[in-house]
């Protein structure tokens, strides 16, 4: 038996396949789903995504959303996601020095603006995590 | 009767401004293509987070979520989605006359520079103006809607509300009114994000029975709380899409007009060159006849 998973963000769907089994990075936890897990729904959180489908392991850098998980399909609702050959790390590691630049430079730029930064800070450290994860 | 070189002169204008109506007919049309296709992909998120709130409609009772409380109107909330730039026919003006229709007080939060000079010119209460680039990214449209929410739940504003030409057809963009927050009910959200998804509603129905002993991490209380925010974003998101559509759509029909105009100025400006041109001849050949016999 095998799980179909679906991971859309607002702007596309990003994976969709059926696989074996998946690693979700949770509030409270990575959480590995396989076959015929209990119906679960989860928050998750920035982090790393395994997906692993004959034997390969694939890696998807996501950011904040929901996980679904329903008979043998398990769907994640995130605000990004990206698979790792996607990534380009030269873009995201200049995106990450500007934003590290401006959450120093800003002592008191408001709350809304530096959450944005610190989001976009966490989410480009899992995307460079993600790519260098295999050299 | 002009000169034939004033006609020949306004001919080549004509023809120049028919050549960039036509390539920007031509660029609305590509950029209308992309923007409907963007509106649409919109379509398995909102289906899925209809699936994630049905499942938790049921196991929790009425969440004390500030999204959901009922409070007295004092001053509305209005997200003006308009675009940065003109020449898309009656689209702006359209949206911006339900703005005026509005007598109750409100604050403004606007996307898009026409909509901003319009409120900066009727003296209306400004909170934030946002700059509406051709490619909508969430992200961008995630500042404005935390922004306002920000402010409703600060008190500043009591609701929050979106105008926006609403997409229709390539032809028709109705301007359009919608309120956000307060949210009435999970249950009006989930039928309002099935319709979004183009779904029948019936489809949900048979999901209840198979997750009846559905796991909740950390609880339902939380995860709902979590996930009302995002359908909010979502939903403003949503709405932005729409608006871009339309303004593609209304500036390719309002650039097709043009052109049409134009050729056919052109037709009757090519007459009148002619009959002048004729009119030319005919007077130089009377000339010499006339001299002829003179001598």
């Known amino acids: 038996m095998a799980l179909t998973l679906e991971i859309v963000t607002p702007e596309a769907r990003v994976y969709s396949d059926t696989i074996d089994t998946v690693v979700i990075p949770t509030t409270s936890g990575e959480v590995g789903i396989l076959p015929g897990h209990i119906p679960l729904l989860t928050q998750v959180e920035h982090g790393e995504l395994r997906v692993t489908k004959n034997g390969q392991t694939s890696l998807l850098a996501v950011s904040g959303g929901f996980a679904q998980v329903e008979g043998d399909r398990v769907h994640v609702l995130a605000e990004h996601a990206i698979t790792e050959e996607k990534i380009d790390e030269n873009a995201v590691e200049a995106a990450l020095k500007r934003a590290e630049e401006q959450l120093k430079a800003a002592k008191d730029i408001d709350p809304q603006q530096y959450e944005h930064l610190q989001n976009l800070v966490r989410y480009s450290g899992v995307q460079l995590a993600v790519k260098r994860r295999r050299r | ?295």
């Not at chain 2, 029975?209 to 909010?232: I, T």
């Not at chain 2, 939903?235 to 309002?254: G, P, T, W």
């Open chain 2, 1 to 295: 009767m002009a000169s034939t070189r004033d006609i020949r002169r306004r001919i080549k204008s004509v023809k120049n401004t028919r050549q960039i109506t036509k390539a920007m007919e031509l660029v609305a049309a590509s950029k209308m293509k992309k923007a409907q296709q963007a509106a649409l992909s919109g379509r398995p998120y909102a289906e899925l987070m209809a699936r994630m709130l049905g499942a938790l409609a049921d196991r929790v009772e009425e969440s004390h979520h500030p999204f959901l409380a009922k409070r007295d109107v004092k001053v509305r909330g209005i997200i003006l989605i308009t675009s940065d730039k003109g020449l898309c026919g009656a689209l702006n003006s359209n949206v911006l006359k339900l703005v005026t229709d509005i007598k109750t007080p409100a604050k403004y939060a606007v996307i898009g520079r026409k909509g901003a000079q319009f409120i900066a010119r009727t003296r209306r209460e400004l909170l934030a103006d946002f700059p509406a680039n051709d490619r909508t990214t969430f992200a961008d449209i995630k500042t404005v809607a935390e922004f306002m929410v920000k402010q409703f739940l600060d008190g500043v504003v009591d609701t929050v509300e979106v105008i926006w030409p609403r997409f229709r057809n390539t032809l028709a963009q109705v301007p359009t009114i919608m309120p956000i927050l307060p949210l009435s009910s999970v249950k009006d959200v989930i039928a309002d994000l099935h319709s979004d998804a183009g779904v029948v509603a019936s489809a949900s129905t048979n999901v209840k029975a198979v997750d009846s002993q559905m796991l909740f991490e950390p609880d339902p209380a939380v995860v709902l709380d979590a996930l009302l925010p995002l359908y909010v974003n979502r939903e403003i998101y949503q709405h932005a899409l729409d608006a871009k559509a339309s303004e593609h759509s209304a500036r390719m029909v309002a650039m097709k007009t043009a052109k049409d105009n134009a050729t056919k100025l052109l037709g009757d400006l090519t007459l009148e060159y002619n009959k002048a041109r004729q009119a030319g001849i005919t007077q130089e050949i009377l000339e010499i006849a006339a001299a002829q016999f003179a001598a």
